[in-house]
């Protein structure tokens, strides 16, 4: 069965810096990979995805991931964090058609002004 | 589109009482799930449906029940509350169950059991 870990519970980074959220899976296969963001009280909402190909995939508000399969790891990146992408991010993978999600515990962004 | 509507948003509930957790898409998709969120533990899958009639155990299904009786609804029941249950509820829903499906998701609904 996959498995997904995030290995940082809370990360806190200055606006403007830089960004790296760490997500590493267990699974047999390629898996597909997801990352996902939740605002405080709200609903998860899709950051981007990867099925296959260019392993570096673009996602919306300015976040980049990259598959690398020899780490088993696909990491979310951002060159610079605004105070508003403070929030939870899940790393959440696939096994294939007819397979549920599994998520990852989630990380904890905060921005300091 | 309204996408995925949970209701209600907070619910306090005493031990042993029963709820029901409403949940509706208007997108006609196929797949539906219920997740809890639990601090460190992300979220888990607690039942999904793959169609009208059609309703399975995820991870944590103890204590809860389900039925889909059409595309729209999904309704999560709790027969007998437990503190245990204290969470924050998603339902969320797709296309297909597949992993390539996006998951679109409702906004939670937080409930306590006293």
């Known amino acids: 069965a996959q498995s997904v870990t995030q290995p940082d519970i809370h990360i806190t980074v200055s606006e403007g810096a830089s960004l790296e959220l760490r997500c590493n899976y267990s699974y047999g296969a390629t898996p597909y990979l997801f990352w996902y963001v939740q605002s405080p009280g709200q609903g998860l909402q899709l950051l981007l995805k990867y099925f296959s190909g260019d392993t570096l995939v673009q996602g919306i508000k300015g976040f980049e991931a990259e598959f690398k399969r020899s780490q088993s790891s696909f990491n979310l990146r951002k060159p610079s964090v605004h105070w508003s992408d403070a929030a939870e991010y899940f790393c959440?993978?696939?096994?294939?058609?007819?397979?549920?999600?599994?998520f990852g515990p989630g990380t904890r962004l905060s921005v300091l002004p | 589109n309204a996408g995925v509507t949970q209701t209600p948003k907070f619910q306090v509930l005493k031990t042993g009482q029963s709820m029901t957790l409403q949940c509706a898409q208007d997108?006609?998709?196929?797949?539906m799930s219920w997740y809890r969120q639990d601090p460190g533990m992300g979220l888990r899958l607690i039942h999904y449906?793959?169609?009208?009639?059609?309703?399975d155990q995820g991870e944590v299904p103890n204590g809860y029940n389900v039925s889909r009786s059409t595309t729209e609804d999904f309704p999560l029941r709790l027969l007998s509350a437990a503190p245990s249950q204290t969470s924050v509820y998603f339902c969320?829903?797709?296309?297909?169950?597949?992993?390539?499906?996006?998951?679109?998701f409702g906004s939670g609904t937080q409930l306590s059991v006293l």
């Open positions: 969320a829903s797709s296309y297909s169950q597949g992993a390539k499906e996006k998951l679109f």
């Open positions: 959440a993978v696939g096994a294939g058609y007819g397979q549920n999600f599994v």
């Open positions: 997108m006609n998709h196929e797949y």
């Open positions: 449906s793959v169609g009208a009639g059609i309703t």
